[in-house]
């Protein structure tokens, strides 16, 4: 008994010019595509509206009556899930941004090149029947029972939240540690709101970001006159904290000096404004947070040994993403559900393969940069669910964009924590299977084969090297700058384009 046919896909070409239709259906033919014309936006508009819809659609931008823009918007109002292939000989920044404004799958350029085109006709169709696939997900998490915002079932979350319940009934101070990304002011949150102080202010201090001559004013406050520019009393995050919940993150970036009158908040309850005399009381719980090695800064005297065990009462360690890869699929859920109520993006599934690729990846950046490639992704789906092709290069790594889930897995890659996501290109392997290192030239091969088609390679290589120097030193942008061979303000200024 035979078995039964595979109907080809469908693809419907919409232009005015006959010859174009012609040597295009000549084209897609030669893979056994089943081709149909239209001469006009009107024409095709009628045919996408009559049904079934086709596969995949072809327009062209320039036509007699209708335009293609036009023609793309009509068609994606009739069916929002209709692929569509753009045809200019215009290559416009006009053209391309409205192409995908509106929600264009891609643009081709006249006069075609046939490989080209068969190649996008394919990409193509492979996510129309990546987003077919996705018809039946189910989220794994109902983003509203997460209302704390930290996610994850894993053994090692599932410790992280006993400890919280732990300490949220006392005043105990509690330390948070762990990498750039983790979560810590999460959790310092979670333990505010279950806690008596809840209905009390809390508030954020990101000691790094404060300059070491304003750090103290900002904590404590000043009296008039008491420097340059203090023109008025201005109180303090203590004294505006009083009765709450005050957290002090990246504790470990903070100046010898304010460390001491820190000590005297938690030993006294104490703090005096800055050139004031008056000894001021605060009730205020201090929570504290660092990504980097107290125990060491305190051997090298960095970091005063008497407050590190004031701070260090109870200690709580986020883990990394990499060490709870499982929690990937229930963060990509809760990011995008997320997104979808604050209208951020309307794309509310993932594909299998896509799914795969997240769970595979290092993730340096840990949830941060996690939920900076959903969101990204997000916004540049045109269905609605995140394809392969979706993802950034760094997290698909060589997987081909046409290929199947039993492609080569992605290369590892580095992104640091730095401002504004910065994602690195993919790493070259350290030591090919020969055994034998790469020289540079020979890396450079490997960047230059895997990015020439994506855009200009120098942006890409310098966001690469910035990143990697930053994740080397601890996001120590100093020593960062040292190895770049930048000052530290031309790599901040880098890091702020």
Known sequence: MSEPSVKPPTILVIDDDAEIRYSLSRVLSSRQYQVLEAASGEAGIAHVKKGPPPDLVFLD????????????????????????????AFGTAQTAIEAMKYGAFDYVMKPFDPAKVLALAENALKAHADLRAVGDYKPTINADDYREGIVGSSPVMQDVFKVIGQVTASDVTVMITGESGTGKELVARSIWKHSHRAAKPFIAVNCAAIPDNLIESELFGHEKGSFTGATGQRLGKFELCDGGTIFLDEIGDMALATQTKILRVLQAGEIQRVGGTETIKVDVRILAATNKDLEEMVKAKTFREDLYYRLNVVRIRMPPLRERIEDVPQIVDFCLQNLVKQKKARVA?????????????TWPGNVRELENVIY???????????????????????????????????LAVETATAPAAVHAVPAAQETPPGGTALTLEAALDVVFARLADDGPLLPQIEKALIARALAADGNDEAKAAKRLGLTKAALQKRLKE
Request: proline share 5%; glycine share 12%; hydrophobic share 45%.
């Open 61 to 88: 931008v320039r036509m007699g009556g209708m335009g293609g823009i036009e023609a793309l918007q009509h068609i994606r109002s009739i069916n929002p899930k209709q692929l569509v292939v753009l045809m200019t």
């Open 349 to 361: 599934k993932v594909s299998a393969e896509a799914m795969a690729l997240l769970t595979r990846h």
């Open 376 to 410: 990204r992704s997000a916004v540049i789906a045109q269905g609605d669910a995140i394809l392969v092709k979706d993802l950034p290069v760094e997290i698909r790594g060589n997987v081909a964009l046409g290929a199947g889930e039993g492609s080569a897995p992605p």
